[in-house]
Nanobody, 125 residues
C-alpha cells in the first residue's frame, strides 16, 4: 500500500510564502504532481515534476510564483509557493505516478495512481 504523506500548508497573508511537502511511503521514485481544490470547484492542476526530476510543468495561474523540487535522498517533493494570492486558497493534494507518460500528461488527474490526503492552504487578503 503506497501512502503519500503531506505536510506544510497553513494560513498566510497575501504576498507571503508557504511550502508543502509530499513523501511517498514506502520510498520510491515517482513522477509527482500537485493539484488544488477550492470549495465547490474542480480539482485543478498546479504543477508536476518528472520521475528524473529534470522536467517540471506548471499551471498558468501559478507559473513564475510556484516551484516544485525533489530531494534525491528520499524522493520527497516540495512545492514552494511565493507571492501567494487569495485565489490560491484551497486543499492541496499531491499525486504520484509510476507508469510511463509525457511530462505534459502529468497535467491530467486520471493518469495518477496514488493520492495524498490533502493539506489546507489559506491566503487572506
Amino acid at each position: 500500500q503506497v501512502q503519500l504523506v503531506e505536510s506544510g500548508g497553513g494560513l498566510v497573508q497575501a504576498g507571503g510564502s508557504l511550502r508543502v511537502s509530499c513523501a511517498p511511503r514506502p520510498d520510491n521514485n515517482y513522477a509527482m504532481g500537485w493539484f488544488r481544490q477550492a470549495p465547490g470547484k474542480e480539482r485543478d492542476f498546479v504543477g508536476a515534476i518528472s520521475i528524473s526530476g529534470e522536467a517540471t510543468v506548471y499551471g498558468d495561474s501559478v507559473k513564475g510564483r510556484f516551484t516544485i523540487s525533489r530531494y534525491d535522498t528520499n524522493n520527497t517533493v516540495l512545492l514552494q509557493m511565493n507571492s501567494l494570492k487569495p485565489e490560491d486558497t484551497g486543499v492541496y493534494y499531491c499525486a504520484a505516478r509510476l507508469g510511463p507518460g509525457s511530462v505534459q500528461s502529468l497535467r491530467i488527474k486520471s493518469t495518477y495512481e496514488h493520492w495524498g490526503q490533502g493539506t489546507q492552504v489559506t491566503v487572506s487578503s
